[in-house]
C-alpha cells in the first residue's frame, strides 16, 4: 500500500461513494409535489420543489406531499332553529400549502391522515355551527342563505386550517334533503297552491266567456234597439202616409175614383189585358169595383 498515491486512494474512496450514495445525491420531485426531508426521524425546516435538486444530504430520507387542488366530498346533518333536521351535501375544494408541509409531516403526517384529523372534523362541527342560524329547515332553500353558509364556513375553514398547512379555496353546498315530514308538508303545500291556481284560471276563463256573452248580448240588444227604432220609424211614416192619405180621401172623394183611373189607364197598355166592368147601372163604371159616386154629380 505504500507504493500507491494518495490521489488514487482517495479516487477509489469516491467511486465507492458514489456507488453507494450516488442516488441519493440529488432529489427529483414530481410536478404538483413537494417533498420535505428528515434526518434520523427529525422534520427539516425545509421542503424542496418541484424538479431536480442536487446535491442533497444523501442520509435524508423524503416524504412527498401532493400540492395540487383537491376536492372532499361530504354530508352533513344540519340542524335549524325549529329543531329540524336537514341533510346537507358539501364539497370543499382545498390544497396543501407547500412551504407549510414540514409542519404537516410533523404535526399529522401524511396528506390523508392531515384531512381525516383536521379538515374533515371543523367542516362537519362548522356546518351544523353555521346551520342553527338558519331559522327554518325550508330556509335552507334560499339562495340567499345558502351563499351565507357558503362564506361563514369558508371564513371558519380558512381561520382554522391555514395555519396549520391546508389552504381552502371555496366551499360549496352541492343538495338539500330536508326532513321526510318537512317534504310531505311541502308537497301537500304544493299541490294546494297548484289546485288553487287551477281553480283561478278555470274562474278567469269563466269570467272571459261570460264577459264574451255579455259583450254580445249588448250587441244583440243594440242591434234590435236600432231595428226596432227603423221600424218605428217606417210605422210613423206609414202611420203618417196613410193619416195624409185618408185626410185626402175625406177632403176630396173623387181622389179614388181619379187613382182608379190611373190604375185602369196603366192597365189598358197591356193589348193581353182584360178588363170586366161591372156596377153597369153606374154613369163611370170602373173594373171590379164600385168607387162610389160618379165624378159628375146628378
Known amino acids: 500500500m505504500q507504493g500507491i498515491p494518495l490521489k488514487f486512494i482517495g479516487l477509489i474512496i469516491g467511486l465507492m461513494l458514489t456507488l453507494i450514495f450516488g ?32 446535491p442533497v444530504n444523501p442520509l435524508y430520507e423524503f416524504e412527498h ?50 384531512v381525516q384529523v383536521h379538515l374533515i372534523p371543523k367542516l362537519r ?8 342560524t338558519v331559522k327554518r329547515a325550508e330556509d335552507f332553500f334560499n339562495e340567499e342563505t345558502q351563499e351565507n353558509l357558503q362564506i361563514s364556513i369558508l ?25 321526510a315530514s318537512l317534504r310531505k308538508a311541502i308537497e301537500e303545500k304544493k299541490e294546494r297552491e ?30 234590435a234597439e236600432q231595428d226596432a227604432e227603423k221600424r218605428r220609424v217606417l210605422a210613423d211614416a206609414q202611420a203618417y202616409e196613410i193619416q195624409k192619405l185618408n185626410e185626402a180621401i175625406s177632403s176630396n172623394p173623387a181622389y179614388v175614383q181619379l187613382q182608379a183611373l190611373e ?21 163611370s163604371p170602373l173594373p171590379l169595383m164600385n168607387i162610389g159616386d160618379p165624378l159628375i154629380k146628378k
Not at 26 to 53: D, M, N, R, Y
Not at 173 to 178: G, T, Y
Not at 195 to 223: D, I, P
Open 155 to 179: 371564513d371558519k375553514l380558512r381561520e382554522y386550517l391555514q395555519p396549520i398547512g391546508i389552504h381552502v379555496k371555496a366551499v360549496l353546498i352541492r343538495d338539500i334533503r330536508l326532513p
Open 263 to 283: 190604375a185602369l189607364k196603366e192597365i189598358s197598355k197591356d193589348p193581353s189585358t182584360k178588363i170586366y166592368f161591372i156596377d153597369n147601372q153606374s154613369s
Open 23 to 54: 442516488s441519493r445525491l440529488f432529489i427529483s420531485v414530481p410536478a404538483g409535489h413537494t417533498a420535505v426531508a428528515t434526518l434520523f426521524g427529525e422534520v427539516q425546516e425545509i421542503h424542496f420543489k418541484e424538479g431536480l435538486t442536487f
Open 65 to 114: 406531499y401532493d400540492v395540487r387542488e383537491n376536492t372532499l366530498m361530504e354530508k352533513a346533518n344540519v340542524p335549524s332553529q325549529d329543531q329540524q333536521i336537514t341533510e346537507i351535501d358539501v364539497s370543499v375544494q382545498y390544497r396543501l400549502i407547500g412551504e407549510l408541509t414540514p409542519t404537516i409531516l410533523r404535526e399529522s403526517g401524511s396528506t390523508s391522515r392531515a
Open 125 to 132: 362541527s362548522t356546518i351544523r355551527e353555521q346551520g342553527k
Open 194 to 223: 297548484q289546485a288553487v291556481e287551477k281553480e283561478k284560471a278555470e274562474l278567469e276563463l269563466k269570467s272571459t266567456e261570460f264577459q264574451q256573452v255579455v259583450k254580445q248580448a249588448e250587441s244583440e240588444r243594440a242591434a
